[in-house]
């Protein structure tokens, strides 16, 4: 006799709600981009990266719909992934708490970064930020754009483990 489910729907559920979740998101911030007007920070971009690394790993993860051991690796790479945003938007808190006169200069774009310093030094010194990092352009219910994704980034890393704990 099997034994019956803690949860009310499948893993492959789980992990469609996930990339659902993350193509929302992704969609806000374009929306907050073409229709508001907020242009996206290098830190921004890579945030939106993850989000998107994370959305495929959680399709990929629906679409293959591995057994115990897989649905065990999804979750680390998904959570491993989403780490690593927390950490990007982590960094990105931390250069809008620092006060404005604390706060680096602000830097070239994305583009010329990556093409001009190359992959490694050009995302060591998007990572280090630039003052445009740290200016706050948009909040919704008193948190701005990196308190959302960092909350998204961790709950994203918990529904995967949740999701790999499934029948």
């Not at 989403?82 to 931390?94: E, K, P």
């Not at 310093?117 to 701005?144: A, W, Y």
Request: glycine share 12%; aromatic share 10%.
């Amino acid at each position: 006799m099997k034994q019956a489910s803690r949860f009310p729907f499948s893993r492959r559920i789980g992990n469609l709600v996930g990339f659902v979740a993350c193509a929302g998101l992704i969609a806000a911030a374009y929306y907050l981009q073409l229709v508001r007007g907020v242009e996206p920070c290098p830190l921004c971009i890579m945030q939106r990266v993850a989000m998107a690394a994370t959305g495929i790993a959680f399709l990929v993860a629906t679409l293959h719909h591995p057994g115990r051991i897989g649905a065990w690796i999804y979750a680390g790479l998904i959570s491993a992934v989403t780490l690593i945003g927390a950490g990007v938007a982590g960094r990105h808190l931390w250069l809008q708490y620092m006060p404005a006169d604390k706060r680096p200069a602000c830097g070239p774009g994305l583009e010329y970064l990556l093409g001009t310093f190359g992959p490694l030094e050009g995302m060591r010194r998007i990572l280090h930020g630039s003052g445009e990092c740290g200016n706050v352009d948009f909040t919704l219910l008193g948190l701005s754009i990196p308190h959302w994704t960092f909350l998204a980034f961790i709950i994203f890393a918990v529904w995967a483990v949740a999701s790999a704990l499934r029948d």
